[in-house]
């Protein structure tokens, strides 16, 4: 059963505390595995990343077929079926539009004693993509990564994918072709953002690492951060439902049952402010969780992580929602927006009882990538932004620069910095 809390127990913030600190990305073990797994691709290459990938993929790769080649990506894309096509063509073009909207424009401008200050924007030269592929394969994973990437105008685009058994989805291969990516890896897990970070034979090294993985990738992420960028820890997803009496319980349950079946830590929670609903969801749960073919991941994530907490109302849910910080926060109520204003963290919001977040995760044009673990109190879901950086422009004028001088030699000498002070006053007086 899952941990069943009523925010008015004596015991709540105890048992709530165990829940935030629940440690399902994080562990010691899963670090120390990780530093080790890093340190045998910087010093030994290739050849550590094919032992590594061959271990965990149980793969019989040799260095020279790592790189998935163009022909193999272009026969992939022509065995997808018409209807596989059109879906990720759906997805394409809607995840496109949204994200072309996140474009950030120059601004450069003259201020009122003549000094011109400006930011400019450009694109990161080489990323890579890390999509997941251990338990599931996740095509969509692909557009939500290439997509902000491509918009962004980045040069090169270096996409890693495990093939447990050695086994690919022809989706994979077809959604990168959509997306334009052509420089694609059969690697996964510590070991690929290694190489990515730290480049082998194989792979050039790239200046930033995005994607969603498990444990292991969101470690290398946050080991490797300061060699390269990363775009956040998207690890194992999470789900957070509020839902009051308006809610549909099998709705509800099955979105519930949609992110634990994730595994590896994911994490789904339903907070509500009726205590039949809460009943109603959790029998629900075990109904549907029975008719899954793959149920056995969904009950194991839904039994050790999963959580129905009861609050006296809204703003109880919200304040929980606010400590969470969950990746998704689904709002099944019949007035979502004043909810949706009180929520300050979370990865992303699904507005009423007919926004599933599955629609988000595929075709909603917003991107899935999102960040977990609580990560959603300083961090960003995935776009365009990840991918290009500012920099800033400054000129003055001979007078803008007098009007300044006073100032700026005063402050370079409080901090002793006489060479500082004489390159300004230098210039005055011509
Ligand atoms: N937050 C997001 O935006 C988002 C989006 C999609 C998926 N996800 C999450 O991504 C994860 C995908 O996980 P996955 O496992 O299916 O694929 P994955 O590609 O993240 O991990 C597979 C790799 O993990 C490594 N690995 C597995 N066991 C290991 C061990 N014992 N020691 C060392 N390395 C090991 C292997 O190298 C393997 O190739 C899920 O947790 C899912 O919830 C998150
Ligand atoms: N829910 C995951 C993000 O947390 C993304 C995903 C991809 N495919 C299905 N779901
Ligand atoms: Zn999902």
Redesign the pocket.
Request: net charge negative; proline share 12%.
């Given at each position: 059963m899952p941990m069943r809390l009523d925010s008015q127990q004596a015991d709540f913030a105890t048992r709530f505390g165990d829940l935030l600190g629940g440690k399902r990305e994080a562990s010691v073990e899963v670090g120390d595995?990780?530093r080790s797994?890093i340190e045998d691709v910087r010093q030994r290459g290739d050849e550590a990343l094919v032992e590594?990938?061959n271990r965990?993929?149980r793969t019989s790769y040799a260095p020279g077929e790592l790189r998935i080649t163009e022909q193999e990506i272009a026969a992939a894309s022509d065995r997808v079926s018409p209807e596989v096509r059109a879906a990720l063509e759906t997805a394409h073009r809607r995840i496109s539009a949204h994200h072309q909207k996140q474009l950030p424009q120059d601004h450069i401008y003259q201020d009122e004693i003549g000094v011109t200050l400006g930011t400019r924007w450009t694109p990161l030269e080489a990323v890579g993509l890390?999509?997941?592929?251990?338990?599931?394969s996740?095509p969509s994973?692909v557009l939500?990564n290439a997509i902000p990437a491509r918009v962004a105008g980045v040069e090169r685009i270096a996409m890693v994918?495990?093939t447990?058994d050695g086994a690919l989805s022809d989706a994979i291969l077809a959604a990168a072709n959509i997306a334009g990516v052509s420089e694609i890896y059969r690697?996964?897990?510590?070991?690929?953002v290694a190489a990515l970070a730290y480049g082998t034979h194989t792979i050039a090294r790239v200046d930033k690492i995005v994607g969603?993985?498990?444990?292991?990738?969101a470690a290398a992420k946050r080991q490797v951060f300061g060699q390269v960028g990363i775009d956040m820890i998207?690890?194992?997803?999470e789900v957070l439902v509020i839902a009051d009496h308006s809610a549909n319980p099998a709705w509800v349950a099955a979105d519930l049952i949609a992110?634990a079946e994730?595994?590896?830590?994911?994490q789904s929670i339903l907070v509500t402010t009726d205590g039949r609903m809460a009943d109603a969801v959790a029998a629900e749960v075990d109904r549907q969780l029975k008719l899954l073919p793959k149920q056995q991941i969904a009950r194991d994530g839904w039994e050790e992580f999963g959580a129905i907490i009861t609050v006296p109302d809204h703003d109880s849910a919200v304040q929980l929602a606010n400590q969470l910080a969950s990746?998704h926060v689904e709002l099944a109520v019949d007035d979502p927006e004043p909810l949706m204003r009180k929520i300050r963290h979370a990865?992303a919001i699904f507005l009423g009882h007919h926004t599933p977040e599955a629609i988000g995760d595929y075709v909603g044009g917003s991107n899935?990538?999102?960040?977990?673990a609580r990560s959603a109190r300083f961090a960003s879901?995935?776009g365009v932004l990840d991918f290009v950086k500012r920099t800033s422009v400054l000129g003055c004028t001979p007078s803008s620069l007098s009007a300044l001088s006073e100032a700026a030699i005063t402050l370079a000498e409080i901090e002793q910095l006489d060479g500082h002070g004489r390159s300004v006053s230098l210039r005055l007086n011509r």
């Open positions: 595995a990780v797994i590594l990938t965990f993929d890390y999509v997941p592929g251990g338990l599931a996740y994973s939500m994918v495990p447990p690697v996964g897990g510590a070991q690929a969603p993985g498990n444990a292991f990738v998207a690890g194992p997803s992110q994730h595994g590896m830590g994911a990746e990865g899935h990538v999102l960040p977990t879901g995935l």
